[in-house]
């Protein structure tokens, strides 16, 4: 499977306990179908891609804290489950559920390309990352001033393409410059509450 066609999932943080059990970032809004007993994982080193790695089993899992434990099959002491720190955990982007329409896997908007309405249209940047929860998304777009936060609402996103990775927003007035750059810094004013 070519690394285009997996999607990080989770990252192994560390070892838990003696028994080969480690604990896991989940990087994914659906945790509980993603570990669970015999699903599989294909690991990767950090700074890698998944090309060339391993699949592993999960053969038990419990949640602490919002956080999956996972026993993988063959990880059965402390010392293995330590060669398993850091490591990236993927899953085919095939198997990701269908999502409801105006809905969008993060991994499908970064990468893409935005745009304003036009005429004439221009080009503010790329999206880097997607910040934010489900409802409260925000798209962090690296443009040639910096970073360019813009909300990722209906009314400012016009069109979301993620097979063409291009979007294309009418941002309302100031949203494109809140961050670039100003001319001049500005003084912080003391008062009651501020800074001291």
């Known amino acids: 499977m070519a690394p ?3 999607v990080l999932v989770g990252r192994v943080e560390r070892p838990h306990g003696l028994r080969g059990e480690v604990v896991v970032h989940p990087l994914t809004d659906f945790g509980d179908e993603r570990f ?3 699903a599989t994982l294909t690991t990767a080193r950090p700074g890698r891609t998944p090309d060339g790695t391993t699949v592993l089993r999960i053969e038990a899992v419990r949640w602490h804290k919002d956080r999956p434990l996972v026993l993988f099959e063959g990880v059965e002491t402390v010392e293995d489950a330590e060669a398993l720190r850091g490591q990236g955990l993927w899953i085919a982007a095939s198997s990701r559920p269908a999502l409801e329409p105006g809905r969008f896997y993060e ?3 970064v ?3 935005v745009e304003t ?3 004439p249209a221009t080009t503010v940047g790329t999206v880097q990352r997607v910040d934010g929860t489900a409802g409260n998304s925000i798209l962090v777009i690296e443009a040639p001033h910096g970073e360019v936060l813009v909300p990722l609402a209906d009314e400012i996103c016009r069109v979301i393409d993620p097979a063409a990775r291009r979007i294309v927003i009418d941002p309302p007035a100031g949203l494109l410059e809140l961050n670039a750059p100003a001319a001049t810094p ?3 004013k003391r008062g009651k ?3 001291t």
Request: with cysteine; aromatic share 0%; net charge negative.
């Open 4 to 6: 285009d066609d997996l």
């Open 36 to 38: 669970v007993p015999d």
């Open 107 to 109: 991994t499908d908007l």
């Open 111 to 113: 990468g893409c390309q």
């Open 117 to 119: 309405v036009g005429p």
């Open 186 to 188: 500005r003084a912080a």
């Open 193 to 195: 509450g501020g800074p």
